[in-house]
């Protein structure tokens, strides 16, 4: 059981270039989320979503994209990256947030810079 | 949305002193979690604990619900619980039921 994984661990960006930061869980949960980490901002949510084939926007979600084709992945997209994007991207899962007891459980985290 | 706040924000230690944390929200909530980030940025789940008490070892956590608090108490501290300490709501009348909101979290230093 590995939880939750995700790829790469650190990824340099040039302006303008696309990637898709992968995340992976064998939990079987219906949520998935993507926040994002700045200093001194806590952790944003970017995208999440409550099963395969939905989606919905959080708090920072431009210029990001998402999908959830099945229930073990779901992969953030960045369609054209920009330095106002370096940061330290988590994924989280976990079964339905308003179900009780219902723990959320983070990957270890992507450090992306863009220059 | 939801207002989380905690405090202190910051909390410098000496080994083997107690500390207690405070995560404050504005609304009700029906699922409220306890994180830490150790130096090297993993996020690890403490405690589920929209209400009551729960101890875990050297941690504990109560929820007071109808006062809309939260605290985390850690004894005997040693150096390995150093780093951030995070908490996350989900009010229930939040539309989706599916965004926790995060507070700025509470910067531990435990030092020998």
Redesign the interface.
């Given at each position: 059981n590995a939880g939750v994984t995700q790829t790469p661990k650190f990824q340099v960006l040039k302006t303008g270039q696309s990637m898709t930061l992968q995340c992976a869980q064998d939990m079987n949960h219906e949520y998935m989320s993507w926040y994002r980490q700045d200093p001194g901002m806590g952790l944003r949510l970017i995208h999440y979503s409550v099963g395969a084939g939905i989606t919905d926007q959080g708090e920072v979600p431009n210029g990001y994209n998402v999908s959830r084709s099945t229930t073990e992945d779901f992969p953030l997209r960045l369609l054209s990256a920009a330095p106002s994007q370096t940061s330290v991207y988590f994924c989280a899962s976990s079964i339905h947030p308003s179900s009780y007891n219902s723990p959320l459980h983070f990957g270890n985290g992507t450090r992306l810079t863009v220059t | 949305g939801i207002q989380v706040e905690q405090s202190p924000p910051d909390l410098i230690l000496q080994e083997g002193a107690n500390s207690t944390l405070r995560c404050n929200f504005s609304d009700s909530v029906?699922?409220l979690?306890w994180?830490h980030q150790n130096p090297w940025?993993?996020?690890?789940?403490l405690f589920?604990i929209p209400s009551g008490t729960k101890q875990n070892g050297r941690l504990s956590a109560t929820t007071v619900a109808t006062e809309r608090y939260s605290l985390l108490y850690i004894s005997s501290s040693q150096t390995t619980d150093s780093g951030v300490y995070?908490c996350?709501v989900?009010a229930?009348e939040e539309t989706?039921?599916?965004?926790?909101?995060?507070?700025?979290?509470t910067q531990l230093t435990v030092n020998p």
């Open positions: - | 029906n699922n979690q994180f940025g993993q996020l690890i789940n589920y995070f996350a989900l229930p989706s039921g599916s965004r926790l909101t995060f507070g700025e979290g």
